[in-house]
């Protein structure tokens, strides 16, 4: 997964669907980091695939491992569910900068 993926905003249905796998893949990635460093399991939320139908519970989902993930890392945490969409995704790829750096990944 490349950490670059998720600074792209997604434009076609392949690319999002790029992003959601590899979104999906660095939270997996972060909680498999934190499990071993802190002994702490992450609750999961189905991150991938995100349909129409299903954005709402993706969001919260989301929102909920951002949240336990960076309250246990000590890092700053986005609120993703009121960002300004144009600055969403950027916003969004710092946040997995900073909690993959806090882990030394």
Known sequence: ??????FKMP???????????SNMTDHNDIAASIKRKFG???LKFVLEPVTEAGLQAFLLGHQAMHTQEATLLGVDNQDFLSADFGA???EHAD????????LGM
């Open 1 to 6: 997964m490349s950490l670059a993926t998720l």
């Open 11 to 21: 434009v076609t249905p392949a690319d999002f669907a790029e992003w959601t796998f």
């Open 40 to 42: 702490v399991v992450i």
């Open 88 to 90: 969403w995704y950027d």
């Open 95 to 102: 946040q997995h900068r900073r909690e993959r750096a806090a």
